[in-house]
């Protein structure tokens, strides 16, 4: 157990809506990453952090920002939610450059 | 930009018997590190096996070993003696040693089906 939460775990949402993820880490550890998960694409990243209010984009960062205001929070959000976002939503922590990076549970985001 | 190519969608073994799922990547750097990692239906990504490219003797953990071949930028991942519990999607991974971000490249999964 890496000590990541993420919240919510299921959400529907409609087109449209803001949306926000969040994900928790309680070893602060100092990078933590997003990802979404669609069939036969794997995990792309959508945006990481490497220190509180350090951020950059990843693989697929349109329509999606982040926020660190403290080490142990990265939030994801979606400012206007579209169907093509419809996926599951990976965060991830890594604690130094020579380690893995370890998975929360995901959280399956619906958007009708 | 790497990519990393997974060319099996899915791939069945019957219990206790081996099974090699394949994995290749395309990289210009010369540090880096490989993963693979397993996803249950419970959603949960579990890492695997680990291997760094500077070393030359592949990994193993109990049951799982690799076959990495520098070379041929080819990660292939050997499940010994399956068990219903393997069952599960399987990610190879990329991950540059000199990219500030560390962030790791997926490729499109396999799915192991293990038969009893």
């Known amino acids: 157990d890496a000590g990541i939460t993420q919240s919510p775990r299921h959400k529907v949402t409609e087109t449209g809506t803001p949306v926000t993820l969040r994900c928790h880490q309680t070893?602060?550890?100092?990078?933590m990453y997003w990802y979404r998960q669609d069939p036969g694409h794997g995990l792309r990243l959508i945006h990481y952090s490497y220190g509180v209010k350090d951020t950059d984009k990843g693989e697929v960062s349109d329509g999606y920002s982040v926020s660190r205001s403290k080490t142990e929070d990265f939030l994801l959000t979606l400012e206007s939610a579209t169907s093509s976002q419809t996926s599951v939503y990976f965060c991830?922590?890594?604690?130094?450059?020579?380690?893995?990076?370890?998975f929360g549970d995901g959280t399956r985001l619906s958007i009708l | 930009a790497q990519t990393v190519t997974q060319s099996q969608p899915e791939m069945s073994v019957q219990e206790a018997e081996t099974v090699t799922l394949s994995c290749t990547y395309d990289?210009?750097?010369?540090?880096?590190?490989l993963f693979w990692y397993k996803q249950p239906p419970s959603r949960q990504m579990i890492l695997v096996i680990r291997?760094?490219?500077?070393?030359?003797q592949n990994a193993t953990e109990n049951r799982f070993s690799v076959n990495f071949q520098k070379a041929a930028k080819s990660f292939s991942l050997k499940i010994s003696d399956s068990q219903l519990g393997d069952a599960a999607m399987y990610f190879c991974?990329?991950?540059?040693?000199?990219?500030?971000?560390?962030?790791?490249?997926f490729g499109g999964g396999t799915r192991l089906m293990v038969k009893p």
């Open positions: 990289t210009s750097e010369s540090d880096y590190y």
């Open positions: 991830a922590i890594r604690k130094d450059m020579l380690s893995s990076q370890h």
């Open positions: 070893e602060n550890h100092r990078y």
């Open positions: 991974a990329y991950r540059s040693a000199n990219n500030a971000g560390n962030m790791l490249t």
């Open positions: 291997q760094e490219a500077y070393k030359q």
